[in-house]
C-alpha cells in the first residue's frame, strides 16, 4: 500500500526536542488545523531541513500520517512570501509579524478544528503585494491588536461588529485590506474590546 503524503503550507507554532536527534513540531494547516508533526533526525548537523523550518515560520512543509504520528518527509521555504523577492526588505517586521501570529493562534485556537478562511487571511498579509505593502508599514502593537481580533472573533469569543460591521456575515467578506481600514477607524473600541474578552478568557 502506497504512503500518501501530504504538501502544505504551515505556520510553525511551538518546537519540542524529542531523544537526541529527533524534533516534534506543533504547526497549523489550513486543512488540517493543528497537528504535531515528528521530525526525525533533524537535529543532526548533516540533516537537510535542519535550517529551513524554525518556529514562528510561515513554510512548506510535507508530511506523512502514521498510525499514531504525524512525519516529516519535507520542508521549504514558502517561494510566493513577497519579502523573499524583494532582497529582504520588511524581514524585521516579518519575523515579529509571523511571531504574533503563531502565538495568537497556539493560546486561541483549538487542536481539533480547522479554520480555513482565518488561515487563509493570516496567509495573505505574506504573500499579496497590497496586504505586504498596508501591513509591513503597520504599527507591530496595533497589528497585534488587530490579529487578536480576528482570531478572536472566528473562535467565537468576540463581536464582529466591533470593527465596524453590521453583522457577523457582512464581517466574513471582509478583506484583510477592509481590516486594516476599520481598524483605524474604530481602533479604541477594538482595543477595549479585546482586553475585556481576554480578561474573561483568562478567568
Known amino acids: 500500500m502506497s504512503i500518501e503524503k501530504y504538501t502544505t503550507e504551515a505556520f510553525i507554532l511551538r518546537e519540542y526536542e524529542r531523544d537526541e536527534n529527533d524534533m516534534v513540531y506543533k504547526v497549523w494547516t489550513r486543512d488540517f488545523g493543528i497537528i504535531f508533526v515528528l521530525a526525525r533526525s533533524i537535529r543532526k548537523i548533516t540533516a537537510k531541513l535542519r535550517m529551513v523550518i524554525k518556529k514562528n515560520d510561515f513554510v512548506l512543509i510535507t508530511v506523512v500520517k502514521g498510525k499514531d504520528v504525524w512525519r516529516l ?51 495573505s498579509i505574506f504573500v499579496e503585494d497590497q496586504n505586504y505593502e498596508i501591513f509591513s508599514s503597520f504599527d507591530i502593537n496595533k497589528f497585534k491588536l488587530l490579529i487578536t481580533y480576528i482570531v478572536l472573533v472566528d473562535t467565537g469569543y468576540s463581536d464582529a461588529r466591533i470593527i465596524g460591521a453590521k453583522d457577523l456575515e457582512e464581517y466574513k467578506t471582509f478583506t484583510m485590506k477592509d481590516f486594516y481600514t476599520y481598524f483605524v477607524l474604530n481602533e479604541k473600541e477594538i482595543k477595549s474590546h479585546v482586553l475585556n474578552v481576554i480578561k474573561e478568557i483568562m478567568i
Open 73 to 123: 518527509t519535507g520542508a521549504e521555504e514558502y517561494k510566493n512570501i513577497i519579502a523573499s523577492h524583494n532582497k529582504g526588505k520588511g524581514n524585521d517586521w516579518q519575523y515579529k509579524a509571523k511571531k504574533i501570529i503563531s502565538d495568537t493562534i497556539n493560546k486561541l485556537i483549538e487542536e481539533k478544528k480547522t479554520y480555513k478562511k482565518l488561515f487563509d487571511r493570516m496567509e
